[in-house]
């Protein structure tokens, strides 16, 4: 044992404890630790990231197992998910707090950080198992812990994501429970909501949202519920017969819009509109319409990427947004829509699949029938027309059909073809049909009920109506591409 100190070669065990931090710091090195973690936060605070950075990479080397290390290391892990915008560089920095802190407090924020990042890589509902662990972990371990509220809310919208209604309202009302003053609370309160109203419990539903906007009024979820509730009770339940409000939005000079064919929503209640006469988007906000993206021309289908910018399928495949297309299957484009995972879902009126890509440009074929138009719905799945089957499908995130509903049912007469699909965030489902017996528009509530149905006739309109869409107080918006404008029907 030459070359050993003499306590080393009198106790072995030193050894064991010589590569290792004390557990129990010394006086000094505490209070070297909180200096260097002040001087850190003061940099942060003042913006200077590389210097807080380099103060606390140095109480990292000096005082790994201090508190103020596991304070440093979860400063550091949320700088690169809110100001660098970049989850994935967290992960060294939570992997290493729940693996040298897991005694620490701040471990169950880590793991319920680390476990949001894994949700957000998910590209399929399969993909969410080791989110899950993670959120269960904190459930299991830190069961008084503030981020206790968070990671049921989380593990609510993972089994939502899946499908699995119970554990999921069961995981929502758990984090309302929990900590009715959190920030998770009014997000549980509508997503809880939103899984009554899936599993057909309209009353319950509407409570939760009342709920939420009575207890929690000055929350964004709290406005939210607002149009949930009343759209809701107009569709469902006062069903006043569809009427046309004229020229929307109401005040605008006529032919604001130059051909209107493609409408989209983007998450912030703004409407885009494709004029195919000028192969350009346009976005109105405020009751202006300002150009947005690039020109396309003989755009069949659009739809808003996860940056929010707007995605086109032409004849030349998926256009990206630096505008170089995506060769896919099929020469007769039908319809797209971009799901909650970022997979861009593609229709064809002559290929009998849907064509679905990733965010990682990868596709696959899902076996399906010909398809004249698509909407989204908020399973995270589409619906889909088929002429070639006379049937209107709404497919969970899996493409598995969870409702099925024949060309005509519930409606006076049988029309032959669906124009075009549009949707709201609570599974309404509105379509342009023509053809046959009924030609017009018909509202299917998320079970597939006829909600509301009008012919041309009995509504006094006529034009060349080719997309519609469903704005936030329960109106559809129409556009009429020989008349240059939108409708607007209550």
Not at 85 to 113: F, N, Q, V
Not at 254 to 274: M, S
């Amino acid at each position: 044992m030459t070359g050993l100190l003499p306590s080393a070669r009198r106790f072995p065990w030193a050894l064991a404890l010589a590569g290792f931090p004390a557990l129990i710091l010394p006086a000094q090195d505490v209070d070297l630790a909180e200096k260097l973690y002040r001087s850190g936060e003061r940099a942060y605070h003042s913006r200077s990231y590389p210097e807080a950075f380099e103060t606390w990479n140095q109480l990292l080397q000096a005082a790994p197992r201090s508190g103020f290390a596991a304070q440093a290391l979860i400063r550091m892990a949320r700088y690169h998910i809110e100001v660098e915008k970049k989850p994935d560089s967290a992960m060294p920095y939570l992997d290493r707090l729940k693996t040298e802190h897991i005694k620490s407090p701040l471990a169950a924020e880590a793991m319920l950080l680390r476990g949001e990042i894994l949700a957000q890589r998910a590209r399929k509902p399969a993909e969410l198992k080791e989110a899950i662990a993670e959120f269960n972990r904190v459930v299991d371990l830190y069961t008084d812990s503030p981020a206790l509220a968070g990671a049921h809310y989380q593990l609510g919208m993972a089994f939502r994501d899946q499908s699995q209604w119970g554990r999921a309202l069961q995981s929502f009302m758990e984090a309302y429970r929990l900590d009715p003053s959190s920030a998770f609370a009014p997000k549980a309160l509508l997503q809880g909501a939103e899984v009554l109203d899936i599993q057909g419990d309209l009353p319950g539903c509407l409570r939760l949202l009342v709920r939420l906007r009575e207890r929690l009024p000055n929350s964004p979820e709290a406005k939210d519920a607002a149009w949930r509730i009343a759209v809701r009770v107009k569709w469902r339940m006062q069903k006043a017969p569809l009427k046309s409000e004229g020229n929307w939005p109401a005040g605008k000079a006529p032919k604001w819009v130059n051909t209107p064919t493609l409408l989209a929503w983007n998450p912030e209640g703004d409407l885009y509109i494709y004029e195919e006469g000028l192969d350009r988007a346009v976005i109105l906000h405020k009751n202006e319409a300002v150009a947005v993206g690039i020109p396309v021309k003989g755009a069949k289908a659009f739809m808003i990427s996860a940056s929010g910018l707007p995605l086109f399928l032409t004849k030349a495949g998926l256009v990206k947004e630096d505008g170089s297309p995506m060769a896919l299957p099929g020469t007769a484009p039908s319809g797209g829509v971009v799901d909650r995972w970022g997979t861009a879902w593609v229709g064809d009126k002559k290929v009998a699949s849907l064509t679905l890509v990733g965010a990682d440009g990868l596709s696959r074929a899902l076996p399906s029938p010909t398809t004249n138009a698509l909407a989204p719905l908020p399973n995270g799945g589409v619906a889909q027309a088929s002429d070639a089957n006379r049937d209107v499908k709404f497919l969970d995130a899996n493409g598995q059909p969870q409702v099925w509903i024949p060309y005509g049912k519930g409606l006076p007469g049988v029309f032959r073809s669906v124009l075009a699909l549009g949707s709201d965030a609570i599974g309404h489902v509105a379509a342009i049909v023509e053809g046959g017996e009924f030609e017009g528009v018909v509202l299917w509530g998320p079970d597939g009920s006829v909600l509301r149905q009008a012919t041309w006739r009995q509504l006094g309109i006529s034009g060349k109506f080719v997309a519609i869409t469903i704005d936030r107080n329960g109106g559809l918006i129409l556009a009429d591409r020989s008349n240059d404008l939108l409708l607007r029907l209550n």
